[in-house]
């Protein structure tokens, strides 16, 4: 089992920043994937950026340029660091981790742009 905590969201002006950070934890687990995932109301949750074991990361078209993934290896813990913000990103942002064959989620945190 895996334990996702998140924290950072809230509301933000458009043209603002936010940082999302979330911590794994758990017990004998190795994480092949982490990062990043949101959803909109209405919407299909969707892939903002990730982190693969070897080191990979993957963007979104959609925030190439304005949004920043980092990591902190020793403490199993992942940043987003999200410049520009536009309404359209509105959103619960969800940290994600695929450990083996497990996909484990977080509890989500609501990102909020006003125009």
């Known amino acids: 089992q895996v334990q996702l905590v998140e924290s950072g969201g809230g509301l933000v002006q458009a043209g603002g920043s936010l940082r999302l950070s979330c911590a794994a934890s758990?017990?004998?687990?190795?994480?092949?994937?982490m990062g990043w995932y949101r959803q909109a109301p209405g919407k299909q949750r969707e892939l903002v950026a990730t982190?693969?074991?070897?080191?990979?990361?993957n963007y979104a078209n959609f925030v190439k340029g304005r949004f920043t993934i980092s990591r902190d290896n020793g403490k199993n813990t992942v940043y987003l660091q999200m410049n520009l913000l536009k309404p359209e990103d509105t959103a619960v942002y969800y940290c994600?981790?695929?450990?083996?064959?497990?996909?484990?989620w977080g509890q989500g945190t609501q990102v909020t742009v006003s125009s």
């Open positions: 758990g017990s004998r687990f190795v994480i092949n994937t």
């Open positions: 994600g981790v695929m450990s083996g064959i497990n996909q484990y």
């Open positions: 982190f693969t074991i070897g080191g990979t990361i």
